[in-house]
């Protein structure tokens, strides 16, 4: 996982984004940047609500006879022994979610999401009136009406960009207003060190007592891990706010007072990896389980009689509405047979061939006429996580269609994008849907592979996560075809802790997955999380996950920073694995100007413990490179890894499987052998879209150019894009000694010549974007090769001012390092601070000049 958030964004809202349009730099924003949270990938996913063509949702009505639930951005109601659904909300470029009945079963209060805020809104179901409660651009969640129906509760970031409980007193009539709407709890800022969340406390899932005197909720004061406790306040009485329960979360415990009892029920995973449905009462009484399985329940809410629960389920893979008795457990799944619109609907059924006329699977993108984003009742859907505002009032959102796909739109004009991977041009048609009949699209994607002489290199995500908390639940299969879908040949999917959960370490085997039936293999590997001296990837182990599985967690027993990550890379070796350093850097790094360097990459460079980087990751590639460079030039071979830090089973995420990828010249072997030798010898080019070919002379990336002394070398490149592409450079010993200029649309470029080799070294090929391409869900189209080796007399040039870099580097490390207090003894200290001068000694002599001062243990 990321250390920091990244953005990137797509276009998705003008034909000006299609194949040879302006495309416009930069402009990308967050989704919600108001929220002052750290880490935006996570809250926007496990806290916020998701667009999902399944429920999300849910809440009983006053009789307990009907549900009303959000789904596909609109809220519906449905009786509970009826299959036919209605349609409450509709509206044009938004999507409501989290409703909420009122105790006399007239209103709802729920919260709709324009891509500017999230407002909360009351629709009068007698009328059909709506009216709007919030305003000022703030994130307003998760409302609810208190017993008597006088007041709502919710959680705001108005107050400071931070989730805050608030309460208002809610009016009657035509008009209602909120009227005293203020935060119940003051601002606090916790004593306790934090890395994931904020400084600042804050307060999430509130629900009332049925008396109306009492919130319950989650809060994080001195929480250092998780979203916070289990909390009790009386509303008129703020000041002295109560600890039911301490336990970790993670943006869901939803705690819910049933109607009568001292029950309070809530979703947890309590040492598992999946939440399920628990239950304690009001002076916190050790929890019990009330169900199980290997999937999530949450979002649950108490009939009015409390003799059922309705839940939110990803059992099957995507949402789903679950109805569960109380007493006895048994449960059924409420879903709409019959669907009753506020607006007409057509059929379209959806085609993708690729350039032989053969159906293919691929990433879909749907904007109708009522510029809401669209999909197949069956498909995940899937948000980016910024966009450019000039272009599109939301961000995209995506499905993935194995062909043909039926949909159901509003008629009128809609907009249709198809996307498989690199080695094809993206597809996009504004397409009139005609209100009788179905309307057939067949979407045509050209080929765009490299040339046929460079081989048939096979492309693999080195960072996955297939389940990590998220909306959905993925099994390998799924997995395999969404791969199949990004035209991605082979994923590994990091076993990793998200907190105390380690998810899908069940899965972890031996070689490739059996239950991948797509074309794409399944690989599992493991990320060792330490946020102290850097992620690592852990990739071939061949007998069993390294635990613990991370380090240098701060108000845990693991809060020492041994085992560093020379170690994990010892013990990773011993069993055949590889070990990479993963999404390395957001920025440039000045080791005399950062306010923190504890990341530990040149100590286990030097020491030859890293076998390859992600320099396209969930990280800032072009400054990532500039570190890497440096290492080159002092004369480590490290490859050019890629993989996405994707959170496969989000509905919010940072780009598919495969955004980005790294293709290895296995010689057409996908087998895991294949795959390792590849990446280890750097035959490689990593990449977020433009495909790049590179020889100097018979070389290929991997390979050594040996000459008797300088003089040219023929060179042959070649550059494929789905997008096109600024700027392509020969980069020798850090510098650009050749760039190339692209014409046309800058998608295809091919050509051959010399270039001299005045020295030894390396030199690749690159490929790179001043700025943000709408149709490449990152920051910026970026793509290098790996090195290709120059030996010469006299052997590359020295790189003294490289050398002294690093130095300065590792003095801050080993200062960070010796001035922790939480080693478990002298020895993890001492061990600690040995590695480290080890390597700080090597790097000072090779600043001085001293070739012999090699590295390696």
Request: charged share 20%.
């Amino acid at each position: 996982m990321p250390d920091r958030p990244v953005l990137a964004a797509l276009c998705f809202a003008s034909l000006a984004c299609a194949a040879g349009g302006a495309l416009m730099a930069g402009g990308r924003e967050p989704v919600l940047a108001q929220v002052m949270l750290p880490h935006s990938y996570y809250w926007r996913e496990l806290y916020l609500p998701q667009l999902t063509t399944g429920p999300s949702a849910v809440a009983f009505t006053p009789d307990g006879a009907s549900l009303v639930y959000s789904q596909a951005g609109s809220l519906w109601q449905q009786p509970i022994d009826s299959g036919e659904a209605r349609e409450l909300t509709h509206a044009r470029g938004a999507y409501d979610h989290q409703p909420d009945v009122s105790p006399d079963g007239g209103r709802i209060v729920f919260s709709r999401y324009d891509g500017r805020a999230m407002e909360l809104w009351l629709l009068e179901l007698a009328s059909g009136r709506e009216t709007r409660l919030t305003s000022g651009g703030a994130v307003n969640v998760e409302p609810r009406f208190s017993p008597d129906g006088r007041r709502l509760a919710w959680i705001s970031t108005s107050a400071g960009g931070h989730f805050k409980l608030f309460v208002a007193d809610l009016g009657a009539g035509p008009a209602p207003q909120l009227a005293q709407a203020h935060a119940l709890l003051p601002a606090r800022r916790s004593r306790v060190e934090r890395y994931y969340y904020s400084a600042w406390d804050h307060e999430l899932n509130p629900s009332w007592s049925p008396d109306g005197r009492t919130l319950y909720y989650v809060a994080n004061p001195e929480v250092a891990l998780g979203t916070g406790d289990l909390w009790s306040v009386e509303v008129d009485r703020p000041e002295s706010p109560r600890r039911l329960l301490a336990e970790e979360t993670s943006w869901s415990a939803r705690p819910e007072r049933a109607p009568f009892g001292p029950r309070i029920l809530y979703s947890s995973y309590r040492g598992r990896d999946t939440h399920q449905l628990w239950l304690t009462t009001t002076d916190g009484a050790p929890p019990l389980p009330l169900t199980f399985g290997d999937f999530d329940l949450r979002g649950a809410r108490w009939s009015p009689d409390a003799r059922r629960i309705a839940a939110i389920s990803n059992e099957g893979g995507n949402t789903s509405l679950v109805l569960i008795e109380a007493v006895g457990g048994a449960r059924r799944t409420i879903a709409a047979t019959t669907r009753r619109f506020l607006l007409p609907r057509a059929r379209v059924t959806l085609d993708i061939v690729d350039e032989r006329g053969e159906r293919v699977p691929a990433r879909v993108a749907v904007l109708a006429s009522d510029q809401r984003a669209y999909a197949p009742d069956d498909a995940w859907l899937r948000a980016d996580d910024g966009f450019d505002r000039t272009l599109q009032a939301t961000e995209t959102h995506y499905f993935h269609c194995a062909p043909p796909c039926n949909l159901e739109l509003p008629p009128g004009r809609a907009r249709i994008r198809v996307q498989r991977g690199f080695a094809h041009l993206p597809w996009e048609r504004e397409i009139d849907i005609a209100t009788d009949g179905t309307t057939g699209v067949r979407a045509v994607l050209p080929a765009n592979a490299l040339p046929a002489e460079f081989g048939a290199p096979v492309s693999a995500d080195l960072h996955v996560h297939m389940n990590y908390g998220g909306t959905y639940r993925h099994t390998t299969a799924s997995l395999a075809r969404e791969a199949d879908a990004e035209d991605l040949d082979v994923v590994y999917n990091l076993i990793v802790n998200k907190e105390e959960r380690v998810p899908d370490m069940a899965r972890f085997g031996r070689g490739t997955d059996p239950a991948a039936a797509a074309r794409a293999t399944i690989l599992h590997a493991q990320e060792f999380h330490t946020s102290y001296w850097g992620h690592l990837g852990l990739l071939h182990l061949d007998d069993h996950v390294i635990t613990p599985d991370f380090a240098a967690y701060a108000h845990t027993a693991l809060a020492s920073a041994w085992p560093h990550n020379g170690v994990i890379a010892d013990l990773a070796h011993a069993q055949g694995a590889l070990v990479g350093y993963v999404h390395p850097f957001d920025w440039r790094i000045d080791p005399a100007r950062e306010t923190a360097l504890t990341n530990a990459l040149p100590a286990d460079v030097y020491a030859g413990k890293v076998d390859y980087i992600e320099i396209v990751g969930f990280s800032d590639h072009k400054a990532t490179a500039e570190v890497w460079y440096r290492l080159l030039n002092l004369g480590f071979r490290l490859p050019a890894g890629a993989g996405t830090d994707a959170m496969a089973n989000y509905a919010s995420l940072r780009g598919p499987v495969g955004l980005n990828r790294v293709f290895l010249d296995t010689g057409g072997g996908r087998d895991a052998a294949s795959l390792r030798a590849a990446l280890r010898g750097g035959r490689t080019f990593a990449t977020n879209g433009p495909l790049l070919a590179l020889r100097i002379g018979t070389a290929a990336p991997g390979d050594t150019v040996t000459r008797s002394g300088p003089g040219p070398e023929p060179f042959r490149v070649a550059l494929r894009s789905p997008v096109p592409v600024d700027h392509l450079e020969l980069v020798m010993n850090g510098r650009v000694v050749k760039s190339f200029a692209l014409r046309g649309d800058r998608r295809r470029f091919d050509a051959n010549g010399a270039i001299d080799i005045p020295s030894g070294g390396w030199l690749l090929l690159r490929a790179w974007n001043d700025g943000a391409d709408p149709r490449v869900l990152d920051l910026y189209p970026y793509a290098t090769t790996s090195p290709v080796w120059l030996a010469l007399p006299g052997g590359a040039p020295a790189s003294p001012g490289d050398a002294a870099y690093f130095a300065a580097w590792l003095e801050r490390v080993m200062a960070a390092a010796g001035a922790r207090a939480d080693y478990n003894d002298a020895a993890e200290r001492r061990e600690t601070i040995a590695y480290l001068t080890r390597a700080l000694t090597g790097f000072r002599a090779l600043a001085r000049g001293d070739r012999t001062a090699s590295g390696g243990e």
